[in-house]
């Protein structure tokens, strides 16, 4: 009775140990902003197929280290690399997810949506130029907006960040000043302004300081309801932030002709594009180490475009458009090879 | 000592054996012990080499590049990758500076009164409490500190040192500026708070050490509480108080998350205390997640070096400052 026993508990304990290591996991890491649709995604498709991810939301930065040191099978980061980036390091790049980013105030009397901005002024605010409200600058683009006349305390973030960088990546495009002076990174050395840790610092400064201006991530600004402004886009349009602009960004945008998919959604064409947007991107070896680890990632990816959309709709991220996929999947096939020469997906 | 316990007037040959026994165990049990407490202290000394080591070789790169101007330059540029490391020194030091300068006299009287002049009922629940203080996980009062106290400081007290301050020679540029609720002076107060419960708990336990006698002597001679305090029970605890200083000011120094939620990192230097600054911790907190690119890591490892130079030299000024002290007394 006792060896029964035993024997069934060390056949369980030897069966449970033995499960897990058939189905292998998917290992990635990098990007923070793009951790909550991954994880979300990942929930879904191991309950479809078994196959579990592990991704560590360590930054971008470090993200790109690990996958250049091949410790994973992917990285993911908010800052496209460059082309000759990628050639050098032997990646292959592709876009997962988008994002958008709002410009949040908080001025007596403003409701959400009240303000209206556009890229010029706002980089002439985060350079320090204009320092008050009722400057001539914004008063003109807000005709029978009463605004006070206090000073204009900018919040930026301190952490490096994909969110800065969409930030300073719209605001060098439409500011050559701005380009010269501050230009475009994770982080960048602020002419002015106070830094805060993460959107939720962002939200907290702005939300507290009076006559205060800053930017989030969309999903920040509509779950705490911020007042959010509105923006004067690439056609001189004014638009919302709203999931069809931003769709409106990410279908516009010339992904067909971008080498690597090196495409920055910032003051994208069209009259309904929200201008600050960006890419989450994924980052893999061209000639991985192991072809079945690669496959099984691009298999979830795949699944995760196909199958993700009100996923990331419920998370108030922006899916790729299906055309962008197609292109995506025909980079697979025509670039990630394994040591036989042979496409791995 | 062994040989003579164990020494009797009358040993059989079994007795020997057995005593060389006893005596080879015992000698082998003193060496395992001498070396095992002797491993644990060369441990200190390989992890803190190793440390030493890897900074100084994470550091290379940026030291090479930007040679002493890395100590001087104001500018930190991840666009450009020009990288200095005088602003954040200088937040690092100036919200120690406000630390200290609030919480070492508040923690002495803390421990005084507890120890000298405090009702005996009073004394658990104001020892507890500040036990608890020190239990406080520094996040939360980077939170608390960015959630409750900021807002306090710009809706009351900035606006009040402003307006007083402001036509003050040499004062009006400390408490120059906006009230932005955050910025070196909260950093250096929340700080404060922190390394009170260290400064005041070493405090109250070198004070209670005292021995009665030197103080009735001292009050039998006529001694007011004051004079007592002064004259007897600090310059015999000083060693003990200053242990208690240093560690407090160690924390201080290095501490991270609180500080970088209230200091609005900022890689500025303002002679206002109210303007946003930042630390060396919370530089490497902020940035080292995204830092993309040798130079830029490199810098913020450089950080980490200069920090822990800084350290060395606060701990190295207060033996300095110990032995002269110890010299002066005569001790």
Redesign the interface.
């Known amino acids: 009775m006792k060896h029964w026993t035993t024997w069934a508990v060390a056949g369980f304990i030897a069966a449970a140990a033995f499960v897990p290591a058939q189905a292998a996991e998917i290992t990635g890491a990098g990007s923070t902003f793009v951790y909550p649709i991954l994880a979300k995604w990942a929930d879904a498709y191991k309950k479809a197929t078994g196959i579990g991810l592990n991704y560590q939301s360590i930054g971008s930065g470090g993200g790109i280290k690990q996958i250049t040191n091949k410790t994973v099978t992917f990285g993911a980061s908010d800052m496209p690399l460059t082309p000759e980036q990628v050639a050098k390091a032997g990646f292959v790049q592709f876009p997962v997810i988008n994002g958008a980013v709002v410009p949040v105030v908080n001025l007596d009397g403003i409701k959400p949506g009240e303000l209206t901005l556009d890229g010029p002024t706002l980089a002439k605010i985060y350079l320090g130029e204009i320092k008050t409200w009722n400057d001539p600058a914004i008063q003109k683009l807000n005709a029978g907006v009463k605004l006070p006349g206090s000073a204009i305390v900018v919040v930026h973030r301190s952490d490096g960040s994909g969110t800065t960088f969409i930030w300073t990546n719209y605001l060098s495009k439409v500011s050559s000043d701005w380009k010269s002076k501050v230009g475009v990174n994770t982080a960048v050395e602020w002419p002015v302004g106070i830094g805060a840790k993460g959107n939720e610092g962002v939200a907290n400064n702005t939300t507290q300081a009076k006559g205060s201006i800053g930017y989030v991530e969309y999903a920040y600004a509509k779950q705490n309801k911020m007042t959010f402004a509105k923006m004067i886009n690439h056609e001189g349009k004014t638009v919302s932030p709203t999931a069809e602009s931003f769709i409106a960004a990410a279908a516009g945008a010339q992904w067909a002709t971008a080498k690597d998919f090196f495409v920055i959604l910032t003051d994208a064409p069209g009259d309904k594009s929200w201008p600050i947007a960006g890419s989450t991107f994924i980052l893999m070896h061209a000639v991985p180490q192991d072809a079945a680890d690669t496959a099984s990632a691009l298999k979830f990816f795949a699944w995760g475009y196909k199958n993700g959309k009100q996923m990331a709709d419920d998370l108030d991220y922006v899916p790729m458009p299906d055309s962008v996929v197609a292109l995506i999947e025909k980079t697979w096939k025509e670039q990630i090879k394994g040591s036989d020469g042979k496409p791995v997906y | 000592m062994v040989d003579v316990a164990l020494q009797g007037s009358a040993i059989s040959v079994a007795e020997q054996v057995d005593r060389a026994k006893v005596l080879r165990r015992l000698r082998f049990g003193d060496a395992a012990f001498r070396n095992l407490t002797r491993a644990a202290a060369m441990a200190v000394l390989v992890i803190l080499g190793g440390i030493i080591i890897s900074l100084v070789y994470g550091s290379l790169p940026a030291l090479r590049t930007f040679g002493f101007s890395f100590l001087y330059v104001e500018?930190?540029?991840?666009?450009?990758e020009k990288f200095g490391a005088i602003a954040p020194m200088y937040g690092t030091v100036v919200t120690s500076i406000i630390a200290m300068l609030i919480a070492v006299p508040v923690g002495l009287f803390i421990a005084l009164f507890l120890t000298e002049l405090c009702p005996m009922w009073l004394r658990r629940p104001i020892g507890i409490a500040i036990e608890l203080l020190a239990g406080i996980p520094s996040i939360i009062y980077g939170i608390w500190g960015?959630?409750v106290f900021?807002?306090f400081l710009?809706q009351y007290v900035q606006p009040f040192l402003i307006t007083v301050f402001g036509h003050v020679p040499v004062l009006s540029t400390l408490f120059e500026g906006?009230p932005?609720?955050?910025?070196i002076l909260t950093a250096g107060l929340i700080l404060a708070i922190m390394v009170l419960p260290f400064i005041t708990s070493i405090s109250r336990d070198v004070f209670e050490a005292v021995p009665p006698v030197l103080k009735e002597a001292a009050y039998g001679l006529g001694g007011t509480t004051w004079e007592v305090a002064r004259f007897v029970v600090l310059p015999f605890t000083r060693v003990g108080v200053i242990g208690g200083v240093m560690l407090g000011l160690g924390r201080a120094l290095g501490e991270t998350m609180a500080v970088?939620?209230v200091i609005?990192?900022?890689?500025r230097i303002s002679g206002s205390i109210l303007a946003?600054g930042?630390t060396i911790s919370?530089t490497i907190?902020?940035?080292f997640?995204?830092?993309?690119g040798d130079l830029y890591?490199s810098s913020l490892i450089a950080l980490g070096l200069i920090l822990f130079v800084i350290t060395f030299i606060v701990l190295a000024l207060a033996r300095l400052m110990l032995m002269r002290l110890n010299a002066r007394i005569g001790v």
């Open positions: 500018t930190w540029n991840p666009v450009t960015l959630f900021a807002p710009q906006p932005y609720g955050i910025g970088t939620f609005g990192n900022a890689h946003p930042t919370a907190a902020n940035e997640t995204e830092a993309v890591t």
